[in-house]
Nanobody, 119 residues
């Protein structure tokens, strides 16, 4: 069974940087659309950035110019480099992917990784 596993979260001071990774376990699958989402305390989950298999990206206005999403298709892994972090970037970050497999296509979410930015 394919799983998405996030890593790289942690505690950082405002202005600092973190790099999150999202790796898909299992073989025989391809990941099409991939995205990062986050849920801040007391708020709804929101989109952070997306990237499709061609490499085309999309960002939330709140992270444009500070975050960079990327992917390694050969490794079925996605990354987000987060620079100039702000306290409002605090939240649980989730990766999401559309999995393409011989058994069918389906939407998959990771378990989330906590990012905390202190002021």
């Amino acid at each position: 069974q394919v799983q998405l596993v996030e890593s790289g979260g942690g505690l950082v001071q405002a202005g600092g940087s973190l790099r999150l990774s999202c790796a898909a376990s299992g073989s025989g699958v391809r990941l099409d659309y991939m995205g990062w989402y986050r849920r801040a305390p007391g708020k709804q989950r929101e989109l952070v950035a997306t990237i499709i298999s061609s490499g085309r990206t999309n960002y939330a206005n709140s992270v444009k110019g500070r975050f960079t999403i990327s992917r390694d298709n050969a490794k079925n892994t996605m990354y987000v480099q987060m620079n100039s972090l702000k306290p409002e970037d605090t939240g649980v970050y989730y990766c999401n992917a559309l999995v393409i497999s011989v058994h069918g296509n389906y939407d998959l979410w990771g378990q989330g990784t906590q990012v905390t930015v202190s002021s």
